[in-house]
């Protein structure tokens, strides 16, 4: 079956502006959790989505959002764009929150100029 | 802060056991650990994951000592392929996994 899938993989912004993040989990997966990579930070936990609730969230400012609709796709923003933002996106999903193991997209890598 | 300590990088000739180590001495008794692999410019891959007893799946084996303070991954004969970037994750709960820095495993020929 599918994997997780990720639009767009690559996208270029300049700072101040927003982006939207798109992320179709597997089949049958009701959790999708997102994850930010950076050379110096590594890879950092932003938030989870089970059943279009949030159900964790990471340490990042509230300039990070996301969202789950009722299909389980999820999307995830992030306005007022910063250099700092620069970095690859990862989406995850699984089964459900708590259960079993996460299967990651290739992620959406956004530069910021 | 990851709970978990890793080497920053090792190598392994191709067709041996790559030897994995991992320290997690913080590690609660419900907290299972976890394996994935990031291949360059990949997502990580979900490899194996275990709570006490060793594990064997395709892709590796899982010892944890009889303490579960630490770990080792066994890839029984890597390949080229398996060159890549493992990290050792205690997972706490839901799916927020905090990964450390990893260990670079570097297969050569």
């Known amino acids: 079956k599918a994997g997780v899938t990720q639009t767009p993989r690559y996208l270029i912004k300049t700072r101040g502006q927003q982006v939207t993040l798109s992320c179709s989990p597997i089949s049958g997966h009701r959790s999708v959790s997102w994850y930010q990579q950076t050379p110096g930070q590594g890879l950092q936990f932003l938030f989870e989505?089970?059943?279009?609730?949030?159900?964790n969230k990471g340490n990042f400012p509230g300039r990070f959002s996301g969202r789950q609709f009722s299909n389980s796709r999820s999307e995830m923003n992030v306005s007022t764009l910063e250099l700092g933002d620069s970095a690859l996106y990862l989406c995850a999903s699984s089964l459900a929150w708590d259960q079993g193991w996460l299967f990651f997209g290739e992620g959406s890598r956004l530069t910021v100029l | 802060d990851a709970k978990t300590t890793q080497p920053p990088s090792m190598d392994c000739a191709e067709g041996r056991a790559a030897n994995l180590p991992c320290n997690h001495s913080?590690?609660?008794?419900?907290?299972?650990v976890y394996w994935y692999r990031q291949i360059h410019s990949q997502g990580p891959q979900y490899i194996i994951h275990?709570?006490?007893n060793n594990e064997t799946n395709e892709m590796a084996s899982l010892i944890i000592t009889e303490d579960r303070k630490s770990s080792t991954l066994i890839l029984p004969h890597a390949t080229l392929r398996d060159t890549a970037v493992y990290y050792c994750?205690?997972?706490?709960?839901?799916?927020?996994?905090?990964f450390g820095t990893g260990t670079i495993l570097r297969v050569k020929s």
């Open positions: 913080t590690i609660s008794g419900n907290e299972y």
């Open positions: 994750i205690v997972r706490e709960y839901g799916n927020k996994l905090v």
């Open positions: 275990g709570l006490k």
């Open positions: 989505y089970f059943s279009e609730t949030q159900r």
